[in-house]
């Protein structure tokens, strides 16, 4: 009989280029050691809200290391029984490491996302290029059902491709402020020029992602006086927020009047 599994802790090692900031080159060796372990174990990571970083060296300048080392695991059986599992990565206080508070909601369904055509995409300068690369067909056929077979198959590439470009925009800016913030108390510190060049230079990554996120509020929230600059998020939730409430169904009605 298989059981439900859980697997969470400090596992001391990365699982790919990205979940690390700073230090010597990744060692490809540990990295697919640690893989091989968890697919042999038929674990799967639960994923996580918040910054992508649980572990930091406590260091300054270019001994400043960032690593995300803790993570939570489950297996098949586990993901069946508590549909909406959910890890939150929280503030680093006292320790070198951020606690991880793991929710089990077995109520909750895991929510389906749907496709949607993001704005941000067309201003990449790889953007047209994917397109054309799959808005092609090798067969013969009704001229509609060509089209659909295109639409799904650009569906598909976009969706796989905007993962690998931006990944997950709220996720990336959350890392990176918690970056930006060590960076800063850094240059209070001691005021280098070399202090203020790692500084501007994660300052302008982090811009770049809020850039991208004030245009995903914009599309998704649908004002057409949204002025550029402003980044409120809290209130673009709140419009969201407000105008599912107006969708959702509290009562139906039958023929018989019940």
Known sequence: MTVSWLVGGDFNVIWDEEEKFGGLPVSLI????FRHCINTCNLTDLGFKGSIFTWWNGRS?????????DRCFGNHELQQTFLGLE???LSKIGSDHCPML???????????KSFRFLNLWTKHETFKDLVKENWNADFSANPFCIFNYKLKK?????????RATYGDI???IASLEEVVLVHERQFEVNP???NRQRLQQVQAEMIKYLALEEEFWRQKVGMLWFKDGDRNTKFFHAQV??????????RIQNSLGN
């Open 30 to 33: 540990e990295v697919d050691d």
């Open 170 to 172: 709220f996720q990336k």
């Open 61 to 69: 300048e270019e001994d400043c290391i960032f690593k995300r080392l």
């Open 154 to 162: 650009l569906k598909k590439a976009l969706s796989t491709w905007s």
């Open 102 to 112: 793991l929710k089990c909601d077995i109520e909750t369904p895991p929510i389906k």
């Open 87 to 89: 890890v939150t990565h």
């Open 241 to 250: 927020n407000g105008r599912r409430k107006r969708l959702k169904l509290s």
């Open 192 to 194: 280098t020029q070399m």
